[in-house]
């Protein structure tokens, strides 16, 4: 059965730093991995989705990279910013079943 | 391009009385699923249709939980009776068929007192 960890939980960073948010998962037979956006209320944003066969994907500030071998993967958000302040979901799909991590809830602080 | 749009956003309602939710997908898409969001924790599949078929209903509570898709586009998610664990954020998601991406709608904030 797969599972989907994120660590941390919670994560307070000051403005303008760079930081890393990380995800493993148990299976390593995935088809893609996600990376989503929630903000309090609201439903999810998908930020960047990496295929099995990619190491990564970059979108602006944000890079997502994947070890499918070892089942990890990390969001790397550079230059932090107070709109960054979410919680950032990671999920792993397979024949379209989509598993979700908890969650780490980002607070940068101004 | 219009997202996909869920309604209501919030809802209030008593252990064992019953509640229905609905589902706009973005128009053209083919696979529509329904998640459940307990405080704290990730979206939890509940049930996918493909066009109107349900390709995967596993981890839905078939004794108080119904969903159904009757054209192929709308869908309504039901709860009767509801319990006070299924206080939680329904979330509604659609994908187009050939691509990966899930595009998620707002949600549906329900509390069972």
């Known amino acids: 059965k797969q599972e989907v960890t994120q660590i941390p939980a919670a994560l307070s960073v000051p403005e303008g730093e760079n930081l890393v948010l990380n995800c493993s998962f148990t299976?390593?037979?995935?088809?893609?991995l996600q990376w989503f956006r929630q903000d309090p209320g609201k439903g999810l944003t998908s930020l960047l989705l990496?295929?099995?066969?990619?190491r990564e994907q970059t979108s602006g500030r944000l890079n997502a990279s994947l070890d499918k071998s070892s089942g990890r993967s990390t969001l790397y958000i550079a230059a932090s910013q107070p709109g960054d302040s979410a919680t950032y979901l990671c999920?792993?799909?397979?024949?379209?079943?989509?598993?979700f991590g908890k969650g780490t809830r980002l607070h940068i602080l101004p | 391009e219009a997202g996909v749009a869920q309604s209501p956003r919030y809802k209030i309602i008593e252990k064992r009385q019953s509640v229905a939710f609905w589902c706009n997908p973005i128009?053209?898409?083919?696979?529509l699923y329904w998640y459940q969001q307990i405080l704290g924790q990730g979206p939890k599949l509940l049930i996918q249709?493909?066009?109107?078929?349900?390709?995967?209903d596993s981890q839905l509570p078939k004794d108080r939980f119904s969903a159904e898709r009757l054209k192929g586009v709308d869908s309504t998610l039901k709860i009767q009776p509801a319990k006070l664990e299924d206080s939680a954020v329904y979330l509604c998601?659609?994908?187009?068929?050939?691509?990966?991406?899930?595009?998620f709608g707002p949600g549906t904030r329900l509390t069972v007192t």
């Open positions: 990496i295929q099995s066969s990619q």
């Open positions: 998601a659609s994908r187009h068929s050939g691509k990966d991406e899930q595009y």
């Open positions: 999920a792993v799909n397979r024949d379209d079943k989509i598993i």
């Open positions: 249709f493909q066009n109107n078929g349900v390709v995967d």
């Open positions: 299976d390593s037979a995935i088809y893609n």
């Open positions: 128009s053209g898409h083919a696979t």
